[in-house]
């Protein structure tokens, strides 16, 4: 299995700031996917990176909002940005297995906005 | 569009006790795969199954069973003599087969079900 890592782990931000989010893998994958999971609810897919090319976003969430890089096949980041308490949230990468058999999720950026 | 509805929000039982979770889905796609996840207090997201769409037969490993019935697109999941360590979030989830990788074994996006919370008392 893949080894995923984000960070920072946890963070505290003030409304209006923006925060980077670091995933790194273990092993180089085709495609990772940024995933938000609001207090108490389910995850739900905010965009999916594939490297050399634009993120595809998802109903409800603009570039503007979360810019992501994926500048190469171990890495990428995602933005949050302009800050309000609703981006209150964890959020979460994930990345294939080699083959697709597998989805595997890092352990999550618990991020909250004051 | 898919969906998937996990209709029950939590479920508590007493350790040694079988429980069953339950997932409907809802997808036009003829080829589809469904996946568990499990997601302890720490919140990070555990794999535990994946399944397609044209694979009916039961899964077991160890404690754990999966019931795949695509006439009544269900793909529920047991554990067997729960223990105090199965407490957690359960998601189910389906993935929308849009990406032209996927026959290349490229992954997919996945909806989720809104996760049953099970607590297992000792």
């Known amino acids: 299995s893949a080894v995923i890592s984000q960070k920072p782990s946890r963070d505290i931000c003030q409304r209006g700031t923006s925060l980077t989010i670091q995933c790194q893998v273990d092993?180089?994958?085709?495609?990772m996917f940024w995933y938000r999971q609001q207090p108490g609810q389910s995850l739900t897919l905010i965009a999916t990176?594939?490297?050399?090319?634009?993120?595809?976003?998802e109903s409800g969430f603009v570039i503007d909002k979360f810019p992501i890089s994926r500048p190469n096949l171990t890495f990428s980041t995602l933005t949050v940005s302009n800050m309000s308490p609703e981006d209150s949230s964890i959020y979460l990468c994930s990345v294939d297995s080699s083959g697709g058999y597998e989805q595997y999720f890092g352990p999550g950026t618990r991020l909250t906005v004051t | 569009a898919q969906k998937v509805t996990q209709a029950q929000t939590e479920i508590s039982v007493v350790e040694k006790e079988d429980v069953t979770l339950d997932c409907v889905y809802e997808t036009r796609d003829t080829t589809y795969y469904l996946f568990w996840y499990k997601q302890p207090p720490s919140g990070e997201l555990v794999f535990l199954i994946r399944r397609n769409s044209f694979d009916e037969q039961n899964e077991i490993s160890g404690r754990y069973s999966w019931n795949f019935q695509k006439s009544t697109s269900s793909f529920n999941f047991t554990i067997t003599a729960s223990q105090v360590v199965d407490s957690a979030v359960y998601f189910c989830a389906l993935s929308d087969t849009y990406s032209p990788l996927i026959t290349q074994g490229g992954s997919e996006k996945l909806v989720f079900g809104k996760g049953t919370k099970l607590t297992v008392n000792p």
């Open positions: 092993s180089q994958v085709t495609m």
């Open positions: 990176a594939n490297q050399g090319s634009e993120a595809t976003y």
